[in-house]
């Protein structure tokens, strides 16, 4: 069955240090990965995605993650953080031409100044 | 527009009512999809429509839930006898079969209260 497990549910970063969010995950297929962002009282936008190709792909805001095939993981990272990131952040998955998308159960990023 | 719109915004309803939960896709995207986001907690399926048909309804938390689309455009999530567990943020996604894997773009959410 697949699945997204996002291990960590509260992640607490101070401003100006590399952040990441980890995600793993479980297909029986070729994963198709995003991550998308939560801000307060807003919908959810899409932030970057693994299609094939560079196992590191850049998104917005400065994102990047890096997809590893054989840990079957896909963290989100970005190089210095900035408290406006604080946001809730899903990684999700879908399995070769699979319409459903299958989500992770998200993880709170907090930037402290 | 250029998003997926949704409307209300909030509503606020008694138990034991219904309400109706619109979705405007993107214009053009043949996938629309319902989610149900509870308070702090990640996203919930509820039921995926490819154009006007929906090949999946598992998500469906009950028979009180049902949804349609007509014209491969516009939405409805209607819930019956509404409870207060039903309470929660009801997103609308819509996507595009392009040759790239196609992305979700969500709309705000419509946030119901059951008092």
């Known amino acids: 069955a697949q699945s997204v497990a996002q291990p960590e549910d509260q992640v607490n970063v101070a401003e100006g240090n590399p952040l990441t969010v980890k995600c793993t995950y479980s297909?029986?297929?070729?994963?198709?990965l995003f991550w998308y962002v939560q801000y307060p009282n807003r919908g959810l936008q899409f932030l970057l995605k693994y299609i094939t190709g560079d196992n590191l792909v850049k998104g917005s805001y400065g994102f990047e993650a890096e997809f590893n095939k054989s840990q079957t993981s896909f963290h989100l990272k970005k190089p210095s953080a900035l408290v406006s990131d604080s946001a809730l952040y899903f990684c999700?998955?879908?399995?070769?031409?699979?319409?459903?998308?299958?989500w992770g159960a998200g993880t709170k990023l907090i930037i402290k100044p | 527009g250029a998003g997926v719109s949704q409307s209300p915004s909030n509503k606020v309803t008694e138990k034991g009512k219904d309400v109706e939960l619109r979705c405007d896709p993107i214009s053009g995207h043949t996938a629309l999809y319902w989610y149900r986001q509870r308070l702090g907690q990640g996203l919930e399926f509820l039921i995926y429509f490819q154009g006007n048909s929906a090949p999946d309804k598992s998500g469906l938390p009950s028979d009180r839930f049902s949804a349609e689309r007509t014209g491969e455009s516009v939405s409805t999530l209607t819930i019956q006898r509404t409870q207060q567990e039903d309470s929660a943020v009801y997103l609308c996604a819509s996507s595009s079969r392009t040759r790239e894997i196609y992305e979700q773009f969500f709309g705000p959410g419509t946030r119901l209260t059951v008092l």
């Open positions: 297909v029986s297929g070729n994963p198709y």
């Open positions: 999700a998955v879908r399995e070769g031409s699979n319409y459903q998308l299958i």
